[in-house]
């Protein structure tokens, strides 16, 4: 059975840090694995998507890189500005038409 | 380009009573899969429909249950409410890569 964990669940840095949040699952057979940033309350934003297949993805301030011989994805946020403040949600996807497996998520808060 | 639609955005209920949950999902995406999201268990998948057909379902007693309409619009419903069904319900469509997530639907149960 898939685990998904993210460690730390919470964490706080200042203004212009860069941030490392990680994720680790547990069966490295895996179609893909999602990033996801949600707001109090709000719905899942959709980061980045990394196929099985890939290493990394990149987008503006943001890198997912994913090694699925050691169950482990980490995703990257150069130069953290106050508003990226959110719960960081990681997810994986055992096959094309399967269910999404998550993790618990990160609470990160920038200050300014 | 529409994201992913759900209503209402927030309902109170009753113990005992049912209630009705829709998703409208991107043009063009025929899978659609629902999720409850609570603070003590985060989020656990409940099911998913593709071509009107449930193709998975996760662990949840038969008092949720869903369909999906030929326009892949899906609703989900759950009945004789408990309170621990309290949550926030999201609603996910994709065309078989990554998930494109609604703003989900908070329901209160009192």
């Known amino acids: 059975k898939q685990e998904v964990t993210q460690i730390p669940a919470a964490l706080s840095v200042p203004e212009g840090e860069n941030l490392v949040l990680n994720c680790s699952f547990t069966d490295s057979a895996i179609y893909n694995l999602q990033w996801f940033r949600q707001d109090p309350g709000k719905g899942l934003t959709s980061l980045l998507l990394i196929q099985s297949s890939q290493r990394e993805q990149t987008s503006g301030r943001l890198n997912a890189s994913l090694d699925k011989s050691s169950g482990r994805s980490t995703l990257y946020i150069a130069a953290s500005q106050p508003g990226d403040s959110a719960t960081y949600l990681c997810a994986v996807k055992a096959d094309s038409w399967g269910k999404l497996q998550f993790g618990a998520g990160t609470q990160v808060v920038v200050t300014p | 380009k529409a994201g992913v639609t759900q209503t209402p955005r927030y309902l109170i209920k009753t113990r005992g009573q049912q209630v009705t949950l829709s998703c409208s999902p991107i043009s063009g995406h025929r899978s659609v899969s629902w999720y409850q999201q609570t603070p003590g268990q985060g989020l656990q998948f409940l099911f998913e429909?593709?071509?009107?057909?449930?193709?998975n379902k996760g662990n949840f007693p038969g008092r949720f249950s869903g369909r999906q309409f030929s326009n892949s619009r899906s609703e989900m419903n759950v009945s004789t409410l408990e309170l621990g069904d309290s949550a926030l319900y999201l609603c996910?469509?994709?065309?078989?890569?990554?998930?494109?997530f609604g703003s989900g639907t908070r329901l209160t149960v009192v």
């Open positions: 429909y593709f071509s009107e057909t449930q193709r």
């Open positions: 996910a469509s994709t065309l078989g890569g990554g998930y494109t």
